[in-house]
């Protein structure tokens, strides 16, 4: 009769999520059909996979299961509408035979294409080696960190544009091919999600996509051609800056709607400067930053400690770890320059060669400036705070608590407004000085400083409570 089957999963067992066995004595036990109506069978079974493999035990945790289906799905979601939000003013339809060539859109439209090709190869060898949690990692990975919290934050500016530039369109272009292509290599794992996502993206144009679902669709092949591995490299040297000086923000309580006037980032090679100088843009929108320095001789300005990592040193050294750390606590700051630069170092009469991974390095704060590392990658953030970035901290403040306003009132975002707005001494100077950039910010033809407001909404900035009035032009 042949071969019964070619490939076979056997399935772990499911554990309460301390690791116990599932039992109604216990009272542990977690009724599947329950969870299934309140979280969805996709959440529920994307959940199961992303968490652990198949075939090991699974600690299963409704805290778990609600975080993928709020960080994963939702993200998802609101990714989705954010597209269909725009796309319906605009009346975008997708024309796939007049697309903007990949070569004449923006460098971040490339990236994300670069990546998401990148995704689709990763994904295919995953499921081809029957490793599914790898697959579903993997996507969650690009919608939460890349696709979501990079992609789209960097790109709405181009979204908000009144004309449908090319710019625009290609925006359209790349974010619509990124949804339909995630709900391609979900739908193993989310079928109906999946099909969801699908047929919101191609019910307004039934002629150019004939499947009626996902699951009749042709499977994504990778094209290699728009990989483009330098283009990564830049990219996350650019989010690896920002995420560090978000959370040197973070530390002090610095909000990012605060300008702060610059960071220094020590060079490791001309290389690297040329790098980051590529997404240096991008790294001073995210952050909020006025201007990056680069600094080629860190030692008399950044002071480093360096410290064993015992964990990862025990295998390598064994025996002669006291001596090995007693040699990393006595680095010189110019070998320690060198070993960022090199990526190793030679531990003196031995034969220990030690990685950076080996070792932890701490850099210290200086005054007037907060300092930290990630690998060999060190950012030194100014955070003196002049009049003028305060004020200009302020209108952003204004800006946002406005915006908030707009969506409780139900405005469209396309609605002209005019601002009356309480005068304080808080918030005048802020709002003469860049009364141009919170109207086109807000859509207001004038924003109006009033001595006295009656039925006003308050709005509160830095504990000041403030009134102001918001008319529909």
Request: charged share 25%; with cysteine; hydrophobic share 40%.
């Amino acid at each position: 009769l042949g071969v019964a089957y070619k490939n076979v999963v056997s399935n772990g067992l499911v554990l309460d999520k301390n690791g116990n066995k599932m039992s109604k004595r216990l009272g542990n036990a977690v009724d599947p059909f329950s969870t299934i109506d309140t979280y969805s069978a996709d959440a529920t079974r994307w959940y199961m996979i992303s968490n652990a493999s198949p075939w090991d035990n699974l600690k299963f945790s409704l805290d778990g299961l609600d975080e993928v289906r709020r960080k994963f799905f939702g993200t998802l979601y609101n990714t989705y509408s954010f597209f269909a939000l725009y796309a319906n003013i605009d009346k975008f339809e997708i024309d796939l035979e007049n697309q903007t060539p990949i070569a004449k859109r923006s460098e971040l439209d490339r990236w994300i294409l670069s990546l998401l090709q990148t995704l689709i190869k990763e994904v295919d060898e995953s499921y081809e080696a029957y490793e599914p949690t790898k697959a579903a990692r993997a996507i969650q990975t690009f919608v939460d960190e890349h696709l979501s919290n990079w992609y789209i934050r960097l790109s709405r500016r181009r979204f908000w544009k009144g004309e449908m530039t090319a710019d625009k369109k290609a925006a359209y272009e790349t974010l619509f091919t990124c949804l339909m292509t995630i709900s391609q290599i979900m739908s193993p794992v989310a079928p109906f999600f999946a099909d969801w996502l699908y047929i919101r993206l191609t019910e307004a144009n039934p002629e150019v996509h004939t499947a009626k679902s996902v699951h009749l669709t042709i499977w994504n092949e990778v094209d290699e051609t728009l990989i483009d591995y330098d283009l990564n490299e830049r990219m996350e040297l650019a989010q690896n800056i920002s995420s560090m000086v978000l959370s040197l923000r973070k530390k002090m309580g610095i909000n990012v709607r605060q300008p702060l006037a610059k960071v220094l980032i020590p060079v490791l090679d001309d290389n690297f400067q040329v790098k980051v100088d590529l997404v240096k843009d991008l790294i001073l929108s995210e952050t909020n930053i006025k201007a990056i320095d680069f600094i080629k001789d860190t030692a008399g300005f950044i002071k480093k400690k360096v410290k064993p990592n015992f964990k990862a040193l025990g295998a390598k050294v064994g025996k002669d770890m006291k001596l090995v750390a007693e040699a990393i606590n006595n680095i010189s700051q110019e070998d320690l320059a060198k070993f960022e630069k090199d990526g190793s170092i030679l531990i003196p009469d031995t034969s220990y060669s030690i990685l950076l991974s080996d070792v932890e390095i701490i850099a210290e704060d200086i005054p007037g400036w907060q300092v930290t590392n990630m690998g060999n990658l060190t950012v030194a953030l100014d955070i003196s705070i002049t009049t003028e970035l305060k004020q200009e901290g302020l209108s952003r403040e204004l800006i946002n608590r406005i915006q908030n306003l707009r969506k409780e009132l139900n405005f469209e975002v396309t609605d002209r407004i005019t601002v009356n707005l309480q005068n304080d001494n808080l918030i005048a100077d802020a709002v003469m000085q860049n009364k141009a950039y919170i109207c086109a910010e807000i859509l207001a033809d004038d924003v109006i400083l009033s001595e006295t407001i009656d039925n006003g909404n308050k709005i509160v900035i830095e504990d000041v409570e403030l009134q102001l009035l918001i008319a529909k032009q």
